[in-house]
């Protein structure tokens, strides 16, 4: 089945480390995105990537960084200069036809101590 | 990018009709109007997507009038499991959505 994984589901991670969040997807999609959610919240957008080798930053860029090297791969890494990066984060994808719908990835929850 | 405006909240009881509705006095020609709904711990899932008029699929209905400056989620006969937050987005193919808050609906036993 066609769809879009994320790994891992939860991860921890200590201050000042940086971690990185796998986002693969099989539908031959050719923009993906990476959102965050805090409680309570709605989505805020982090970056996307509407082509393989170009990406633009979101709403809420800073402490993030992505790369776009193949079309099915869209990985986040979080940095340590992310201030408060405990929070839900979720990937998506769309098929950039006349109509269109996000197909969203399962998430992963981020705690750092 | 068309701004949106829904409820912040509902709360229904099993086996009625639930409606949502979203204003979005902007939108532009070229902008479908979007459902998603999300559970917790989970990434939003796509509900229904129209243009104007009527729209229905096996979970909801969309109704959007002809000046397009709102629309109506339609959840028939809603049980507990429906109880999650719902979306409204408006934008074209190529644009970068926006989500905003969400309705969240409760249902009640």
């Known amino acids: 089945d066609g769809g879009i994984t994320q790994s891992p589901k939860y991860l921890f991670r200590k201050e000042g480390q940086n971690v990185t969040l796998s986002c693969e997807q099989n539908?031959?999609?050719?923009?993906m995105y990476w959102y965050r959610q805090d409680p309570g919240q709605g989505l805020r957008l982090i970056y996307y990537?509407?082509?393989?080798?170009?990406?633009q930053k979101g709403d809420i860029a800073e402490g993030y960084s992505v790369s776009r090297e193949k079309k099915e791969s869209f990985p986040l890494t979080v940095t340590s200069a992310q201030k408060n990066p405990t929070a839900f984060y979720l990937c998506?994808?769309?098929?950039?036809?006349?109509?269109?719908?996000?197909?969203f990835g399962s998430g992963t929850r981020l705690t750092v101590v | 990018l068309a701004k949106t405006t829904q409820p912040i909240s509902m709360d229904s009881y099993e086996g009625q009709e639930v409606n949502i509705t979203c204003s979005h006095n902007?939108?532009?020609?070229?902008?479908?109007i979007t459902w998603y709904q999300q559970f917790p711990s989970q990434g939003p899932r796509f509900i229904i997507q129209?243009?104007?008029t009527k729209v229905t699929n096996e979970v909801a209905s969309l109704f959007i009038p002809a000046d397009r400056k709102s629309s109506t989620l339609s959840l028939p006969r809603v049980s507990l499991s429906d109880t999650a937050v719902y979306y409204c987005?408006?934008?074209?193919?190529?644009?970068?959505?926006?989500f905003g808050k969400g309705t969240r609906l409760h249902i009640l036993p």
């Open positions: 129209g243009y104007k």
């Open positions: 998506a994808s769309t098929d950039t036809g006349e109509s269109y719908g996000y197909t």
């Open positions: 987005l408006v934008g074209a193919p190529d644009d970068k959505i926006i």
């Open positions: 990537s509407q082509i393989v080798n170009d990406f």
């Open positions: 539908l031959n999609h050719d923009a």
């Open positions: 902007n939108i532009a020609t070229n902008d479908y």
